[in-house]
């Protein structure tokens, strides 16, 4: 049964069965999210193994591989509320779902030319920022690795799109849990040169992630062409055929959603480079804690992308009342789950952080004590991040996105950093400070965005007869 048939089989309780449509739909997104972001924890897991050098340069090396990543990534991200969309007017779409499949794809091809000469040259724009020289050489050898994820990547997204707004994510979550495995046995051979693989250092992490995202497109490709509930489609038939309108409407749509995901991940890019002007153990003890929260948004992303789904098959629908349900439903779910990580963050750090580095090592010691301060920084915004994750979420649903790129860039950047760098440098917070600032930046956004869907909520009806 798919989770749609599950949110209608018993309409005297609609609240209820909406909270199981959306758990029933979210729980593999959510997996699927955890087990993506654990292919990077596991690359830094290994580096901190290898050494506190090693891992500072790779979190250098990621978050400015993470930086360009992020913006195509909010392209590839409006295939999905188009298609839930088409699906809400008509179930059995499907030469509409394979254009936007196409278009979404020649995106992904597009975007990644510039993305990759950005990347080649990583070490002199680390260099540029000021960073340490032998961190910037190591990590520039990393991201030469590393860049050629980005289109693999970008493929699979816009496939486990089109999974999802089908209501059919597991597929991902399999195929996603299997690289995962992969990235983890391919960091361990490459980078310490196990099983007669060449010693090949922190290059090694960035060529295990590449095969893996290799991996995962290839995966996807082989269950939409072979499985018989996809094969319909006809994905890749004719893909040299150009469908300009629809891939004006999903630039339309999409480069509101890549502004905000590009705010957000920039300011935590602008956090660790800002922590590399403090120390290299603040920018161990950063990504450390940077881990551990994102492993914790990964659920309220997850319910994200079942609120935009939900959401937009009941805008597709023209269902106000459906639309109110999905969205309220999806908060609720992810306000709860994150106010239960704020208090492991608080109450139990040390074990959290003994994960990512040895706590007993006396070399660790000022590593250990600046992740459990930053830590009890993370526990206190987790509330505010899921709220803001999952309220863009229930509003791409209604392709409103441009309204909240611009939240997005006030409470980031008009507030979130400015106060960072006033607490951290003017007020000798250090690393504290600026992770004050990116508490109060999420803040901003999430009440902005809630204010958003107080007002969409009244006007929700008529944006679906208009679509």
């Known amino acids: 049964m798919s989770a749609i048939e599950a949110g209608v089989r018993t309409p005297e309780s609609p609240w209820r069965d909406e909270i199981r449509a959306t758990l029933s739909l979210s729980w593999p997104m959510v997996l699927t999210n955890l087990a993506q972001i654990a292919m990077t924890a596991t690359d830094v897991m290994m580096m901190g193994h290898a050494g506190p050098q090693m891992l500072a340069a790779g979190a250098l090396g990621s978050n400015l591989y993470f930086a360009p990543l992020i913006f195509g990534l909010g392209l590839m991200n409006a295939t999905a509320p188009m298609m839930a969309t088409e699906l809400g007017r008509n179930r059995h779409s499907v030469r509409d779902i394979r254009r936007t499949v196409r278009q979404g794809l020649w995106i992904a091809v597009l975007v990644c030319i510039p993305i990759w000469l950005v990347l080649w040259n990583t070490e002199a724009i680390l260099l540029a920022m000021g960073q340490e020289p032998a961190l910037a050489r190591e990590a520039g050898i990393y991201v030469r690795w590393l860049q050629w994820a980005v289109l693999p990547f970008y493929g699979y997204i816009v496939l486990r799109s089109f999974l999802s707004a089908l209501q059919r994510p597991r597929w991902a979550l399999v195929i996603v849990v299997v690289a995962v495995l992969f990235n983890a046995f391919a960091n361990w051979c490459l980078i310490f040169g196990n099983l007669g693989f060449p010693e090949m250092g922190i290059s090694g992490s960035g060529l295990a992630t590449t095969l893996s995202s290799m991996l995962m497109f290839g995966g996807l490709v082989a269950v939409v062409s072979l499985e018989r509930q996809f094969r319909r489609?006809?994905?890749?038939?004719?893909?040299?055929?150009?469908?300009?309108?629809?891939?004006?409407?999903?630039?339309?749509?999409?480069?509101?959603?890549?502004?905000?995901?590009?705010?957000?991940?920039?300011?935590?890019?602008?956090?660790?480079?800002?922590?590399?002007?403090?120390?290299?153990?603040?920018?161990?003890?950063?990504?450390?804690?940077m881990q551990i929260a994102s492993i914790a948004f990964m659920v309220p992303m997850?319910?994200?992308?079942?609120?935009?789904?939900?959401?937009?098959?009941?805008?597709?629908?023209g269902d106000a009342v459906g639309i109110t349900r999905a969205g309220w439903t999806a908060y609720a779910l992810g306000i709860g789950f994150m106010s239960l990580t704020a208090l492991s963050m608080v109450l139990w750090p040390r074990v959290l952080i003994s994960g990512f580095i040895d706590i007993d090592d006396p070399d660790n010691a000022e590593v250990v004590a600046l992740a459990v301060t930053f830590l009890a920084f993370a526990g206190l915004f987790q509330i505010v991040d899921g709220a803001q994750a999952v309220g863009s979420g229930m509003l791409r649903g209604l392709h409103d996105t441009q309204l909240p790129m611009v939240y997005g860039f006030i409470g980031y950047w008009v507030v979130g950093l400015p106060l960072g760098v006033l607490l951290a440098f003017y007020f000798d917070l250090a690393g504290a400070g600026i992770w004050t600032g990116l508490a109060t930046g999420l803040a901003v956004v999430a009440v902005l965005l809630l204010f958003r869907w107080l007002r969409r909520d009244r006007l929700k009806l008529a944006r679906a007869a208009a679509a």
Not at 243 to 262: H, Y
Not at 302 to 315: E, H, I, K, M, Y
């Open 233 to 289: 489609y006809r994905l890749f038939g004719r893909f040299w055929r150009s469908d300009w309108p629809r891939f004006k409407a999903l630039l339309e749509l999409g480069l509101p959603i890549a502004g905000i995901l590009t705010f957000e991940v920039w300011i935590f890019n602008a956090a660790t480079i800002l922590m590399g002007l403090i120390s290299a153990a603040s920018i161990a003890a950063h990504s450390i804690a």
């Open 302 to 317: 997850g319910l994200s992308q079942a609120a935009t789904v939900r959401v937009g098959r009941a805008f597709g629908a």
